[in-house]
């Protein structure tokens, strides 16, 4: 109402909307903007929006603009109140005399003070309502909102009969054949189709109503025809297949990882969108049936909703490791980020190609001296508000260290540098294999190690061989040596060298009798030497033996040997 308290408000009268603005209060000087609609009072359901970019007005009633058809200026009335209030269905208005009826009877009561109240209340109704201060919506934006992709369509207006009339409202649920004709009225409605223009459309059942309305010239003879009932069916569409490759291996040195970019998670990763579908193959002649089958469709150009890259395991610690994402990118590409411990987010519709570019700038970091080994993430995208999700590609990342070790003396590395490393790690790098191995070159391979003691134990092995065959050379050769005397030199000697006897208090006293016997039969067996041998060794015998001989008187201290005594030691 033009009397009420307000700063802006929407109100109809009759056919009309009108829109009154107030943009300096000081100026007590209101702007109404009126537009005389049919909509307005058809009794059907429409939509209506409003942007107001003063002292531009633009008013959208089921997707189509309309600009104001009158504007004026109301003069000078009383401004609004400073406290700001909002209203929906009625207005603030100020009433100083009031009539109130009380029963049956017509007698007023005045009341004084009534300073505000709530008039001129809307009559109809409201499916929603909704204010956006700050904000302006493009006009592709509020169309969109708006316009429905799917709807009814005529596809024949070539051949559309003479006197035939279409209708079609903005959002396509409703669409009007008017004409004289039956039979251009019936080939007419042939040519009325439902259309779906998503990609990927929502399965389910349509109902349809056909309706139809017969003007006659005469009341009586009008008849009048029921209205058919029908539906159409959307199938399931082919699911798109998103698809996320690169490398899902990375092992660098930490300082790499302590670098200021950090080390990028997925520096060649390829985003790839394709249906699959089913296609009529040919029919074999010994088969009645229809054979399907399922191809793969060349890759097509999809926008991506929004991406996340999540960790396995435990969170990160933002102490020691972070995620990195230049947000400046991500900002001329109108996308939103979200980066926290436990995951990072992207969302926005975007394309493929933008989607690659910046999850390829995603770099993990860490700080120095964070004993940190081992990292995985996942990586996920999706389509059409999360409805089609991709694959989950893993990607592990290796921070390798190198191992700082203190100055050993010469003599101690020397005969420590081919000691396998492995016991030489230090306690938080158990279990972590260490690739940078010139950091040390003193320090060999396990590979070197083996070769060396390979080769070590095969000299000696030919050292081994070689001696012992130069000891059976030795052997032999002395075996063979002709001559009595050698031999016996030989014999005598290796008896000599085999048997040491220390006999400076041992006395021996051999029977005489026993050792002529004996020579005797040596000599019968063996050459001459032998028996010249036996006969030096029994002189030698008698005479060690002469105080003792069989000649003496003193049979007392005689011991007489016999073939069958063993030999006594005393």
Known sequence: AEDGYSHYSLTVHGCRIAFLYWPLLESARPV?????????CDDEWHHYALNLEFPTVTLYVDGVSYDPALIHDNGLIQPPRQEPSLMIGACWAEEKNKEKIKGNENSTDTVQGDSLSIHHYFHGYLAG?????????????????????????????????????????????????EGDDVETFNHAIQHVAYMNSL????????????????????????????????????????????LLSGNAHFAHPASDFEAPDGVPLFPNLQITCSISHQVEAKKDESWHGTVTDTRMSDEIVHNLDGCEISLVGDDLDPEREYLLLD??????????????????????????????????????????????????????????NGRYSSNEFTVEMNVLHNMNRAAHPNHILSSQQFVHRGHHLLPELSGHSLASTHNNPMVPSAATVIIVVCVGFLALMVILGILRIHSLHRRGAGQEVPGAAEEGHTGTGGKEGDMFWDDSALTIIVN?????????????????????????DEEDSTDSETPDSPDSNDVGDRHIIGKGDGPHRY
Request: proline share 4%; net charge negative; aromatic share 8%.
């Open 32 to 40: 109404k903007f009126l537009w005389k609609l049919e909509q307005v």
């Open 129 to 177: 309502f909704t204010v956006r201060p700050g904000s302006l919506e493009s006009r592709e934006v509020i169309e969109c909102l708006y316009a429905c992709r799917e709807g009814l369509d005529y596809s024949d207006f070539d051949s559309l009969g003479k006197g035939m009339k279409v209708h079609v409202n903005p959002s396509q649920s409703l669409l009007t054949l």
């Open 199 to 242: 990609r990927f459309a929502t399965p389910g059942v349509r109902p349809l109503r056909l309706t139809t309305t017969v003007k006659c010239f005469s009341e009586e003879s009008c008849v009048s025809i029921p209205d058919v009932e029908g539906y159409v069916v959307v199938l399931q569409p082919d699911a798109p297949q998103i």
């Open 327 to 384: 947000g400046a990118l991500l900002q001329q590409r109108g996308l939103e980020l979200v980066n926290t411990s436990a995951y990072l987010t992207i969302t926005g519709v975007e394309s493929i190609a933008v989607y690659e570019e910046i999850l390829r700038q995603v770099s993990y970091h860490i700080n120095r001296e964070a004993a940190l080994y081992e990292r995985k993430f996942h990586l996920s995208c999706t389509e059409m």
């Open 512 to 536: 005489p009798m026993e050792s002529y016997q004996s020579c005797q039969e040596r000599a019968a067996e063996s050459r001459e030497g032998r028996a010249g041998e036996c006969l030096e």
